[in-house]
Every structure is written in structure tokens, then in C-alpha cells.
């Protein structure tokens, strides 16, 4: 089984979502943004990590 994705970013020039999985089961493993864009070999991306809510939604009080 995969592990669920961590880490999301979209390309500014052509919006195609490019995702990453860290399982964090190594500290040393971090995701690095893409180096260009698979479907139009842009370099401009936005986005990082991806907070995973709960089934009550997010609570600004807890700290994850």
C-alpha cells in the first residue's frame, strides 16, 4: 500500500498538479519541489506540504 500523499504543487504556467508521498519514516527523506513541469517544462510552482484534516475538520486549537 502507498503511503498518502504529503506534498502537492501546481505549475503557474499550465496548472497540472504534480504530488509527492513522504512516508516519514526516514528523517533525512524530504520533497523537493519539481526541477520543471512534465507537461510544459515550466519551472514556476506553487504549493508544499498538505495538512490532512480530521473527520471533525481542523481545529486551530490542536497542534499536530
Not at 519541489?33 to 471533525?56: Q, T, V
Amino acid at each position: 500500500m502507498l503511503p498518502p500523499l504529503t506534498h502537492r504543487w501546481t505549475c503557474q504556467d499550465c496548472g497540472e498538479e504534480i504530488s509527492a508521498a513522504i512516508d516519514g519514516s526516514d528523517p533525512h527523506q524530504v520533497a523537493v519541489p519539481p526541477s520543471e513541469c512534465p507537461k510544459c517544462h515550466g519551472k514556476n510552482f506553487e504549493g508544499g506540504s498538505i495538512m490532512h484534516k480530521g473527520p471533525e475538520g481542523e481545529n486551530p486549537f490542536i497542534k499536530y
